[in-house]
């Protein structure tokens, strides 16, 4: 057994049936019961849902009864849940902490535990270092306090009370606009066609299939093609895609071409800043688009750019008033809404736009690139036996020095390397979530972003 179980970017996560066994979720749930008891919640309140992965449910009830052994009133979801709605429920319940059973965009191998606080966001890395800290061997005469109890209750249907309120959703579903909805089979199928009507969501994937059909749950363009076939051929006016528990968001416009995350976060800044009245900071985690600064510059709003993870992102919301926040990989959070990720949220927000603006989502992507310049992005995650090394070398100040004839004029180690150009940039980090190694560019053009790292692989030699 594992005895130094860790949690990454996002939540532990691990392979099922290697570290993700019912005895190490015995050893977080007793641990995450034991950071609550030395805050003084001796008989604490817990949310606790799960996605579509495999056991899902089994994994879930089995962490219930180990918490319930400890001595906490456990709220859990009957169904699979997306993590938003267990965000919002830790919330709005008055819960001291809420769990997702889930491996997020990992592949269908792994699964994993995230811990949500009391405000309705991840757990800080504080809260994180607390419960790692409490994480000890089993011990066969160990007797949990007991007193505890377990309640169902179904989170998705509150979630959804709750969106309702949020949304002119009689105005969204008379406007005319149809999506498709690609849940790459998680938890965030068949959401928005029980909050906008089946007539004007084009379903896809939202069927219980815990293997994926053999594709990471992650919604970024090479796992997007039919989404992508689907909303021209079917003449839609947006794709939406979530990852497996539905806290992140890919996009696709009515053309079928991919909107980064980077280009959601800019147009949701200027629906929410220029045409909301609302203003706040812009949070941006280390790899994302430097359009988030120009803007930020002419609008007279402060941005910050923080280490790559949403546990980064989801305390500044907290202790400032922030207009967005968000990160590369989809997950976005806005003002006036929980402190989370929230791909059923955002998208919402994205058809309120589309609705208000009465422009099509291309002209709006192209009229951002017309007030800020043309900004593309690539992203290649690379499995190497060189990782390691790399990595190492990195850390000891070595860099690039040009990268596909672009001079490197200085670097930024926040979180990995990044290597500055006049026009562009490259980040070469360590996943968080996953053994991979993470390259990711932005240039003036998309074969430019591409280049540089493609330049970047072959001089790394992987």
Known sequence: MDSTLRFGTDGWRAVVAREFTFANLTRMARATAAWLRQLGHTRPKIVLGYDGRFMG?????????????????????????????????????????????????????YNGFKIKASFGGPATVEMIAAVEREVRPLE??????GGGELVEADLTAAYLAYLESKFDLSALKQSGLCVAHDAMFGAGQGLLSRLLGADSVHELHSVFNPGFEGIAPEPIERN??????????????????????????????????????????????????????????????????????????????????????????????????????GEESGGIAVAGHICERDGIYVGLLLLDML?????????????????????????????????????????????????????????DRLDGVKHLMADAWLLVRASGTEPVLRIYAEAPTRDEARALVTDTRLQLKI
């Open 224 to 325: 997007l093609g039919e989404l992508r076939q689907v909303v021209p051929a079917a003449g839609l006016d947006m794709g939406i895609a979530n990852d497996g528990d539905a806290d992140r968001i890919g996009v696709v416009d009515e053309k079928g071409r991919m909107v980064t995350s980077h280009m959601v976060m800019a147009l949701l800044a200027r629906y929410l800043h220029q045409d909301c009245g609302i203003s706040g900071t812009v949070l941006r985690t280390f790899a994302t688009s430097a359009i988030l600064e120009k803007m930020g510059r002419r609008w007279g709003l402060p941005v910050e750019t923080l280490p790559i993870g949403f546990k980064y992102i989801a305390p500044r919301f907290l202790e400032i008033p922030v207009l967005i926040g």
């Open 140 to 145: 066969p005469a160990y007797q949990a306090p």
């Open 355 to 411: 609705h208000r603006s009465r422009e099509k989502l291309s002209a709006l992507v192209d009229a951002l690139f017309s007030d800020f310049g043309p900004h593309a992005y690539h992203r290649e995650d690379v499995r190497t036996s060189r990782q390691k090394a790399i990595v190492d070398r990195f850390s000891q100040g070595w860099a690039l020095s040009t990268i596909a004839g672009r001079r490197v004029r200085g670097t």
């Open 57 to 109: 449910s089994a994994f879930a009830g089995h962490t219930a009864q180990e918490l319930v052994r400890e001595g906490a009133r456990v709220i859990l979801s009957p169904a699979m849940t997306p993590t938003p709605a267990v965000s919002w429920a830790t919330q709005a319940f008055g819960a001291q902490a809420g769990i997702v059973i889930t491996a997020s965009h990992n592949p269908a191998e």
